[in-house]
């Protein structure tokens, strides 16, 4: 039982790459979430997605787009990546309803030099 | 104001004490609670839920609500250093056909052998 998967776990760019973080889950979850985590700042969500076909934007979303590829698939693109970028990006998702769990996956670690 | 607001810490105690994390949230609508525990390069792992007034318990752990002030906390009970580890509050609340979670900035919690 795989869960929730991150492709990669680590990686570094140089300012002005593009790159795509891949998220796939096999709980046969509706909503799907990015995140990114920074020292002192919490988990500040950059897009979700309700269902396949359907992504909107959250609390830090510019420099970033997703694909809701399938129900399985969420991806994070990075089209021109700059140093700000530099975080730690989670990959999560749940079934649709407020009182469910939110699964993690274990992380990307990218850095923007 | 932050929508979930958490004090960053560290906060200290001696194994065998009771840590207790509070959290307090800006929205009134918001439905559901949850902690994460989220050790060091590690991914939020769900500990405990509550989504009503009152207290629940799991193992070690104990849940309060309290909506009419706002407030949820975490009470662990006979610390170990194991629980040593930073704890994220969480709140859903509903959004655009899905459940946004919207998280703190995290406690970060040492106890002391």
């Known amino acids: 039982n795989a869960g929730v998967t991150q492709t990669p776990k680590f990686q570094v760019l140089k300012t002005g790459q593009s790159m795509t973080l891949q998220c796939a889950q096999d709980?046969?979850?509706?909503?799907m979430y990015w995140y990114r985590q920074d020292p002192g700042m919490g988990l500040r969500l950059i897009y979700y997605?309700?269902?396949?076909?359907?992504?909107d934007k959250g609390e830090v979303p510019n420099g970033y787009n997703v694909s809701r590829l399938n129900k399985r698939e969420f991806s994070l693109r990075l089209e021109s990546a700059a140093p700000s970028q530099t975080s730690v990006y989670f990959c999560?998702?749940?079934?649709?309803?407020?009182?469910?769990?939110?699964?993690f996956g274990q992380g990307t670690r990218l850095t923007v030099v | 104001q932050k929508e979930v607001e958490q004090n960053s810490g560290p906060l200290s105690v001696p194994e065998g004490a009771i840590a207790s994390l509070n959290c307090t949230y800006s929205?009134?609508?918001?439905?559901?609670f949850f902690w994460y525990r989220q050790y060091s390069g590690k991914s939020p792992e769900l500990i405990m839920s509550?989504?009503?007034?009152g207290d629940k318990e799991d193992g070690r752990f104990t849940a309060q609500l309290n909506k009419a002030s706002q407030y949820v906390s975490l009470l662990i009970r006979d610390s170990q250093p194991s629980d040593s580890a930073t704890y994220l509050c969480?709140?859903?609340?509903?959004?655009?056909?899905?459940?946004?979670?919207?998280f703190g900035t995290g406690t970060r919690l040492k106890v002391l052998a």
């Open positions: 999560a998702s749940c079934r649709q309803g407020a009182d469910t769990e939110a699964f």
């Open positions: 509550i989504y009503s007034n």
């Open positions: 997605s309700a269902s396949e076909g359907t992504t």
């Open positions: 709980m046969n979850h509706n909503s």
């Open positions: 969480a709140v859903t609340r509903a959004f655009t056909g899905t459940y946004k979670y919207i």
């Open positions: 929205d009134r609508v918001s439905q559901s």
